[in-house]
């Protein structure tokens, strides 16, 4: 399984989930199957977006995408580090 951890802060949750929320179906044509969004716990203005992607080059060209860093400047967000990573193992206790 390929994972994108995305860890930024936003200037207005609520204008980002609007924009995040929207942009559901390009998301998914670029290859995301699932995702997780966070905060942290006593800011929740610190987002976590937690993904499982196809590929992890089809999720890196899409966060790369010149159309995407637009969106995210739409969208609030600031200094997003991204974290691509490959599962190798998952339980469950």
């Not at 929207?22 to 006593?42: D, F, M, P, W």
């Not at 976590?48 to 739409?74: C, D, N, Q, T, Y």
Request: net charge positive.
């Amino acid at each position: 399984m390929n994972y994108v951890l995305i860890i930024h802060e936003v200037a207005d949750y609520a204008a980002w989930k609007k924009v995040f929320d929207t942009a559901a179906a390009i998301r998914k044509a670029a290859g995301e199957q699932s995702y997780q969004v966070l905060n942290y716990e006593h800011d929740n203005n610190k987002i976590v977006h937690f993904s499982r992607w196809k590929s992890l080059a089809g999720a890196r060209s899409f966060f790369e995408s010149p159309a995407l860093i637009e969106i995210r400047k739409k969208a609030g967000v600031k200094a997003p580090e991204f974290i691509y990573l490959k599962q190798l193992e998952e339980g469950i206790l």
